[in-house]
């Protein structure tokens, strides 16, 4: 009887050291690696539709810098208003890069007075100035992004409420895993 007592006890001893090493494994993953990260709201429409899951790559940021055309998922900024204690993060597409112009203007983006072609928008997709754009350019600092949704009649972003800073970035969206039939890398847009 006491055999079979010892042979459960380490059964059960093999099953909680697998479990305790695959929740180490995770928690590195998630806290240092990637996180997990679900789209809300249409603002980054058609590239992303409301309730996709993408995971953002936390590390790549900190060896280097966002590029233009990268997807990011940054802490959303006071000027965004969202609800105290939610954790909002924004995903959004990065513009304008440190130490550049950006001016919102007769439906169109520039960056140092050069209108920025953006094929991946549909062409009834009209770029509009908002609150923090509609007096001219903008120039941003040396660790400032303009970043800005896909889906510009609906989105809430820079041209709203300012450029964002490296340090709210949590990184780059780089693979989307839902929906099952959208499954795949996320693309960097050329300019």
Known sequence: MSNIATKLGEFFLDIVETVVIALSIFLVIYLVLMQPHQVNGLSMVPTFQNGEYVLTDKISYRFGSPKRGDVIVF?????????????????????????????VSN?????????????????????KAGKAT??????????????????????????????????????????????????????????
């Open 75 to 103: 802490h959303a900024p006071e000027a965004a208003n969202c609800p105290e204690g939610t954790g909002c993060d924004f995903i959004k597409r990065v513009i304008g890069l440190p130490g550049e112009s950006v001016q």
């Open 107 to 127: 439906g169109y983006i520039s960056i140092n007075g050069t209108r920025l072609t953006e094929d991946y928008l549909p062409p009834e997709f009209v770029t």
């Open 134 to 191: 509609e007096g001219g350019a903008i120039f941003l600092g040396p660790q400032q992004y303009f970043a800005v949704g896909d889906n510009r009649p609906f989105s809430s972003d820079s041209r709203v409420w300012g450029p964002i800073n490296k340090t709210d970035i949590v990184g780059r969206a780089f693979f989307r895993y839902l929906p099952l039939n959208k499954v795949g890398l996320v693309q960097h847009s050329p300019y």
